[in-house]
Structure formats: C-alpha cells, structure tokens
C-alpha cells in the first residue's frame, strides 16, 4: 500500500467478495475463544426461576416450617395437660362419694358435648374477661391482663383431650383384674401405693391405644387455634397463600406437613405400645 493512503475498511476476501475488515486476533483472543464457545453465556430461564421459587415456596418455606414446630408445640402442651386432667377426672368418676362422681360426670359431659371451636373461643377471651373483672374490677388492681394464644389453645384443647381421656382412663382401670388390687392390699399396701405401682402401670398399657387416638385427634384440631391469632400450621398456610394468591400449593404443602407430624406420631406410638406389652407378652408367650 502507497504511503499517503489511508487503509480501506473494505478488503476482498478469498472469494473475492467485498466485505468488512476483521481486526487480528491477539494471543489473549486466541486462548478465550475456545472457552467463550465452550461455555457461551445464557440468561437463567424463566421455567428455571418458576422451579426455584418453587421449592422454595416463594420464600414462604421457612413460615410454614415454624408454623409445623408451633402445631406439635401445640399439641403436645395440650396432651400434657390432658392427662393431667384425664387421671383426675377418672378418678373422680372412680370414687365412692357421690359428689365426686357427679363432678366428674359433669365435666366430661360439658366439654365433650360442646364444639371443639366454641370450647377455644370461649377459653381464650371468656377467661382473660373474667380475670379481669375479677381482680381489676373486684379487687381494683389495675393489672393488663392478657393470655397469650398458644395458652389459650393448650388450655382449650387440654380440657377437650382430658375429657375424653377420662373416659379412657376409666375403662382402663376397670380392665385391671380385681384380684391385683387385693393381693397389694393384702401385702399391706394402702391406696396411695396400689395406685402408683399396681393400678397405674397397667392402665398405661391398656390406655395407650386409645391415648394415641385421642393426640392424633388433638393435632388435627390445633388448626382450629388459629382463629384466635396463634401462627400455627394453619394460619401460616393462610397468610402465604393471601400473599401470594397460590392457596392451593400452600394448603397443599400443609396437608404434606400434617400427614409428616401425623406418621411420626404413629411411629413413636408404635414404639410406645411395644415397650408397654414388652413384660405382658412375654408372660402371655410363656402361659401359652
């Protein structure tokens, strides 16, 4: 090329056609060009970023994993107190005083003959109302009272699951042979002593079955809780599908944490009732 011309952009290629200079490759270019063509640059998919979000329900996950903890929280106060209130009130409709029976009937009869809702409806604000006007208004100590909702749904489901249980109880110790009772006494053991260690072993292993009915039971009904506040299973299924108008994938997910709690139950009952029978089929295989 003459001195005094400037280079042209257009040059022949082999073929003889006219077309754009290319610039020179470098030695960098040359070792990123197999690279670039190896791995070439995509955008993430939107199929891609619908599946993450997903899994991760929309960042809901670790909402609905509280809310499962919270149920069995629920649920396992509500079994504490139950039983609590099923060997009292078993033992109640188990006395010889007539006054004692017919308390025990009474609340049996109550709070299994009223709607499981009704009964945490009026637990939650029927007590924080008479606490309060019986030492606010009565004794004039000003005091903010308020329960807490998970309080108040163990407290409602407790008193359901212990009148139930009260019954349970009761067929249990009627089961025990009456001869049991009688040979502890004849051994010179007073009431107190026979019913810890002759009466209430047994009746665990004749009331278990019925208990584990009865928590299943409690767990399904800890949804109702939600009513009065509490961020159970339930409400927060509620509040991520309002959020992100998916309910049926969030109720969905729910129902697979339900059934999740509902199979471990059943797996740590079946352990239970094992170990129960442990002693009782042994001595039943070896009379047979």
């Given at each position: 090329m003459p001195w005094g011309h400037a280079a042209s952009p257009l040059q022949k290629n082999k073929k003889?056609?006219?077309?754009?200079?290319?610039?020179?490759?470098?030695?960098?270019?040359?070792?990123?060009?197999?690279?670039?063509?190896?791995?070439?640059?995509?955008?993430?998919?939107?199929?891609?970023?619908?599946?993450e979000a997903s899994m991760d329900f929309q960042g809901y996950g670790p909402l609905l994993i509280a809310g499962a903890g919270m149920t069995a929280r629920l649920a396992l106060g509500a079994l504490i107190v139950g039983i609590i209130l099923g060997l009292i009130g078993a033992s109640l409709k188990l006395s010889g005083s007539r006054l004692a029976r017919a308390i025990g009937n009474a609340y049996t009869d109550l709070f299994r003959g009223?709607?499981?809702?009704?009964?945490?409806?009026?637990?939650?604000?029927?007590?924080e109302a008479a606490a309060r006007a019986l030492l606010n208004d009565g004794l004039g100590l000003g005091l903010d009272i308020s329960f807490s909702p998970y309080l108040g749904g163990v407290a409602a489901l407790g008193l359901i699951?212990?009148?139930?249980?009260?019954?349970?109880?009761?067929?249990?110790?009627?089961?025990?042979?009456?001869?049991?009772?009688?040979?502890?006494?004849?051994?010179?053991?007073?009431?107190v002593l026979t019913y810890r260690r002759i009466i209430l072993p047994q009746v665990w292993r004749v009331a278990l079955p019925g208990l584990g009915n009865l928590f299943l039971v409690t767990l399904k009904d800890t949804a109702l809780v939600s009513v009065i506040g509490l961020e159970e299973l339930m409400r927060a299924a509620n509040t991520a599908g309002r959020s992100t108008r998916e309910y049926f994938t969030f109720l969905l997910a729910a129902a697979g944490l339900y059934l999740l709690l509902t199979v471990v139950t059943m797996v740590v009952l079946h352990f239970l009732e094992r170990r129960a029978n442990r002693g009782h089929l042994g001595a039943t295989g070896r009379a047979g």
């Open positions: 003889g056609k006219v077309g754009e200079a290319r610039p020179p490759l470098t030695p960098l270019s040359r070792r990123a060009l197999p690279n670039a063509l190896k791995t070439p640059h995509t955008a993430p998919s939107q199929t891609g970023r619908a599946r009223l709607p499981e809702l009704l009964v945490v409806l009026i637990i939650y604000y029927g007590a699951f212990g009148a139930y249980a009260s019954e349970v109880f009761r067929g249990a110790v009627m089961a025990i042979p009456r001869g049991h009772v009688e040979a502890a006494k004849a051994f010179g053991m007073g009431s």
